[in-house]
């Protein structure tokens, strides 16, 4: 069972960048696995932000694409986030994901970080 924990949100001002990571407690150097940012904003249903393959193909929602930027570090198990130009629409929690595409499909989720967005 893979576990992952993200950390890095938090209160930001519009215009503002937050970096979100994720920390996943086995190696995502998996040809099967897909790794992404999702996130929740009160009220709405949960959303993909952004994804990477093992072999670094990004996908991006359109609403972030120019200001934010997925990454991973296959040395530290990790998957960052780098969030730019924020706005209040940005706000909600965001979680870390983790889809292994055999046996159609397991997703597996971080416990999530809160991303505000307020002046």
């Known amino acids: 069972q893979v576990q992952l924990v993200e950390s890095g949100g938090g209160l930001v001002q519009p215009g503002g960048s937050l970096r979100l990571s994720c920390a996943a407690s086995?190696?995502?150097?998996?040809?099967?696995?897909?790794m992404g940012w999702y996130r929740q904003a009160p009220g709405r249903q949960r959303e993909l932000v952004a994804s990477?393959?093992?072999?670094?193909?990004?996908n991006y929602a359109d609403s972030v694409k120019g200001r934010f930027t997925i990454s991973r570090d296959n040395a530290k198990n990790t998957v960052s986030l780098q969030m730019n130009s924020l706005k209040p629409e940005d706000t909600a929690v965001y979680y870390c994901?983790?889809?292994?595409?055999?046996?159609?499909?397991?997703?597996?989720w971080g416990q999530g970080t809160q991303v505000t967005v307020s002046s």
């Open positions: 990477i393959t093992w072999y670094d193909s990004r």
């Open positions: 086995e190696s995502i150097v998996n040809i099967y696995y897909v």
């Open positions: 994901n983790l889809r292994d595409l055999r046996n159609l499909g397991t997703d597996y």
